[in-house]
């Protein structure tokens, strides 16, 4: 598991190469502002290759966050993420491994008959749109990742797009899926098998409270509390949300969608006050953003290109820990690791961005 002695080491080895603020403060240790992320790719044996190199080459050369899933390439992403915290250079307590679970997972390869394979594979659980939080359900899938990823402690585990049960569900009844699923995290984290956990979500923090897929922030917080005492752990460990956030999908600053102290608040400040760190995905919208940003944006922002650029525009914004960048070849890893040697925008100029 990640400690704070080893990661503060990690950061001793590398902060001299990057700008100001590139490692930062989660929980008693420090991480990168950019991390890896390994959703996108078929999954096949080249690009698993690529993606161990890739790795390997981040976690070397000042990256010791990484974000993968089980269902991410049908669990090669877990398999591959655990071959090289093997063969890297680093020490396992250096890095920050995070993943997810609700989506059912093939596994290595799509199975002729989907429906079939679920069937056999999962048929006491209800799946809607190939997810499910069921407790039960959750717990069977953390052993399987503590498998893939051959480690002994996950660092952070979230529940992966709890709004998809939002088309089947009542607000009401996904709210009580996830405390009960919570419950189970908390077990893990009492058990040792994990420190943090959290929710990753495509929509549901960054629409308004009145779309059908919203999930409000604070209620999910209560319920993880509300877990914690269920257990008797003396305070929740869960810690951490994943949104999609770059310049064009930017809602998670700009839509107030969650009740804070002083009124309704976009998920970015609510989380910022609130003390949750946010882990930012599609931070350069899924590579599109490697070719160019707007001219306004762009003319704002340190970097040599415009990948670093957009990487440099998710990790300036208010409550962000980590930009999570895809990263499946060696050369965007450079590219995309110096894109830290620039700094981030203070908060005037972030917010002049919007103005
Ligand atoms: N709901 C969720 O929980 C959720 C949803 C989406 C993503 N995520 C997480 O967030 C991570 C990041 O999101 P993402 O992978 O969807 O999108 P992304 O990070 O915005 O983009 C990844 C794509 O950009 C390409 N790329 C990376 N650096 C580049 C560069 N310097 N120049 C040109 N192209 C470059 C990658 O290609 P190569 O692979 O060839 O390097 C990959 O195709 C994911 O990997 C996943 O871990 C979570």
């Not at 209800?126 to 402690?153: K, P």
Request: proline content about 4%.
């Amino acid at each position: 598991m990640a400690t704070r002695d080893a990661t503060w080491a990690y950061r001793n080895r590398f902060h001299e190469s990057f700008a100001r603020t590139y490692f930062r403060r989660f929980a008693d240790g420090l991480v990168s502002s950019i991390g890896v992320g390994t959703y996108l790719g078929d999954p096949t044996g080249a690009v698993d290759e690529r993606y161990h190199d890739a790795l390997v080459e981040a976690f070397e050369s000042g990256i010791n966050v990484v974000d993968t899933a089980i269902n991410y390439r049908c669990q090669r992403s877990e398999r591959v993420v655990g071959r090289a915290i093997e063969d890297a250079d680093v020490d396992r307590e250096e890095l920050l491994v995070a993943t997810k679970g609700g989506f059912v997972p093939f596994d290595g390869s799509r199975p002729a008959d989907p429906g079939a394979y679920v069937r056999e594979e999962y048929g006491d659980y209800e799946f809607v749109r190939g997810n499910c939080l069921h407790a039960e359900y959750i717990d069977d899938q953390f052993d399987r990742s503590l498998g893939n990823l051959d480690l002994d402690t996950i660092d952070l585990y979230y529940l992966h797009n709890p709004e998809t049960q939002l088309e089947a569900h009542s607000r009401e009844r996904v709210y009580e899926l996830l405390e009960s699923a919570f419950e189970t995290l908390e077990r893990r984290v009492a058990a040792d098998e994990l420190r943090h956990y959290g929710v990753a979500t495509w929509n549901a923090f960054r629409v308004p409270e009145t779309a059908d897929d919203h999930l409000s922030i604070p209620e999910v917080v209560r319920r993880a509390r509300a877990a914690a005492d269920t257990v008797g752990n003396p305070s929740t460990s869960f810690r951490a949300i994943q949104l999609p956030f770059n310049v064009h999908m930017a809602d998670a600053f700009t839509t107030a969608a969650h009740d804070g102290p002083e009124g309704t608040q976009s998920a970015l400040w609510f989380a910022q006050e609130a003390g949750i760190d946010v882990f930012t995905s599609a931070s350069i919208l899924q590579g599109d953003l490697a070719d160019g940003l707007p001219e306004a944006v762009a003319a704002k922002l340190e970097g040599d290109t415009a990948a670093q650029r957009a990487i440099n525009f998710a990790r300036s914004a208010p409550g962000v820990t980590c930009a999570l960048v895809g990263m499946s070849s060696p050369e965007h890893v450079a590219e995309n690791v110096a894109a830290g040697t620039f700094p981030p925008l203070g908060a005037d100029a972030f917010d002049a961005v919007f103005e």
